[in-house]
């Protein structure tokens, strides 16, 4: 049982290219989230699903995309890539609403867009 | 509209002092879960706590304790007899039981134990 996890752990892209970071669990989680981490702004929610084939808006979702098109994995992506995407990048997923225990999160990717 | 504030941004204490975080938030919601979270330097991000709506009684873990007062909206967070590895940076967490999917994070809160 490997929890959370994410790939790459760390990339360095430079204005306007793009990439797809990979969040993956194996607990068989309905919910899973984006959130980017900045110095001194906390985590903000970038997209997140709630099941297979859905997915919707955060708070800061301009610029990305997602998509769940299976269960255990949730795809982020960046088409052209800014320097206001440098950040760290977290991904969470729980097993449901109703039984809210907690959010496991990835051990993160760190993304450096020049 | 649900917002989570912690007014504190760094707190530097002592080993062996004890020390408070505090957390107030903001919901219409009668239902909602609060979460407290620790950062270690390590970067990972982990679980702490969860508390719903409905129990207001104090919890208490080791050297963490946890006061929750609906009256004030308040969910504070206190480490008894600090140790040099409680530094982190602690954030508190909303979520609305049962209704929304999203959980909001305050800013968060750096510790540091001085030795």
């Known amino acids: 049982n490997a929890g959370v996890t994410q790939t790459p752990k760390f990339r360095v892209l430079k204005t306007g290219q793009s990439m797809t970071l990979l969040c993956a669990q194996d607990?068989?989680?309905?919910?899973m989230y984006w959130y980017r981490q900045d110095p001194g702004m906390g985590l903000r929610l970038i997209h997140y699903s709630v099941g297979e084939g859905t997915t919707a808006k955060g708070e800061v979702p301009d610029g990305y995309n997602v998509s769940r098109l299976k269960k255990q994995n949730f795809l982020l992506g960046l088409e052209s890539a800014a320097p206001s995407q440098t950040s760290v990048y977290f991904c969470a997923s729980i097993s449901g609403t109703a039984n809210q225990e907690t959010q496991y999160f990835g051990p993160g990717t760190r993304l450096l867009v020049l | 509209a649900q917002k989570v504030t912690q007014a504190q941004t760094e707190i530097s204490v002592v080993e062996k002092e004890d020390v408070t975080l505090d957390c107030v938030y903001e919901t219409r919601d009668t239902t909602y879960y609060l979460f407290w979270y620790k950062q270690p330097p390590s970067g990972e991000l982990v679980f702490l706590i969860r508390?719903?709506?409905?129990?207001?009684q104090n919890e208490i873990s080791g050297r963490y304790s946890w006061n929750f007062q609906k009256s004030t909206s308040s969910f504070n967070f206190t480490i008894t007899a600090s140790q040099v590895v409680d530094s982190a940076v602690y954030f508190c967490a909303l979520n609305r039981m049962n209704r929304d999917d999203k959980i909001i994070f305050g800013k968060g809160t750096r510790l540091h134990i001085l030795p």
């Open positions: 508390r719903n709506s409905f129990d207001e």
């Open positions: 607990m068989n989680h309905e919910y």
